[in-house]
């Protein structure tokens, strides 16, 4: 098996749980417009960005043709919200084994960079106090193309100084799997297996730490 040098990690599902915020707000808003968002949808939502996710769950809604500043104030309330459920977070959030994965990656000079579509990554690595583990954080607020493109790993890379060849992607979703794979990345899935089309490897979680290192020795 090759042997990797960079690790790039999603956050929300891979390293914290904090995916079930992001729901709450979703679920919040279209209460708000009239309509039921369920769990199952979603799981449409995950590795995308904002607008998107309000795209689809208008679609979920049968809500159409609302302007742009409207949709723009959607957002804002959205993640308005989202910050206040945020605020409150602990390390009880921090999934089983990150610490201990992202601390031994290191010891064996392996570089790690976040690359997420969240545009809240900062506050939520300073509450759970994790900055520190990660060499390059490229989030949401340094993209143009959400997930499936596969820009925020290629930047990713290129903030690591490696190539993309080079590089392992812990995801969650299918769209995140998807955008590693366009960058010419190896995949591994962070769930189950159904959800991960497309992964070069399916974990349950970051617990699995010897499995991981395995892939960069």
């Not at 290629?154 to 979703?173: I, R, S, T």
């Not at 998807?178 to 190896?186: I, L």
Request: net charge negative; aromatic share 8%.
């Amino acid at each position: 098996m090759k042997s990797y040098r960079y690790a790039l990690f999603d956050m929300d599902g891979v390293i914290v749980d904090t995916a079930k915020y992001h729901y709450e707000a979703w679920r919040r808003l279209a209460e708000g417009l009239g309509f039921e968002f369920t769990m199952a949808d979603n799981e449409r939502l995950k590795g995308v960005s904002r607008m998107r996710s309000l795209e689809i769950l208008l679609e979920v809604g049968n809500v159409k043709n609302l302007p742009s500043d409207r949709l723009e104030e959607l957002c804002r309330m959205k993640n308005s919200w989202y910050i206040d459920y945020i605020s409150k977070v602990d390390k009880r959030e921090i999934l089983k084994g990150t610490v201990e994965t992202l601390t031994l990656l290191r010891r064996n000079g392996i570089k790690i960079a976040l690359a997420t579509a969240s545009k809240n990554s900062q506050i939520i690595l300073e509450r759970l106090e994790l900055k520190d583990l990660f060499d390059a954080i490229i989030d949401g607020n340094l993209v143009e193309r959400p997930k499936p493109d596969p820009e925020v790993f290629l930047k990713a890379a290129e903030a690591l100084g490696g190539n993309p060849d080079e590089c392992v992607v812990f995801e969650d979703a299918y769209a995140g799997i998807e955008a590693a794979k366009k960058a010419g990345m190896y995949a591994v899935g962070i769930g189950d297996n159904s959800n991960l089309i497309g992964a070069d490897m399916v974990i349950p979680g970051l617990c699995e730490t010897d499995q991981i290192l395995q892939l960069f020795n």
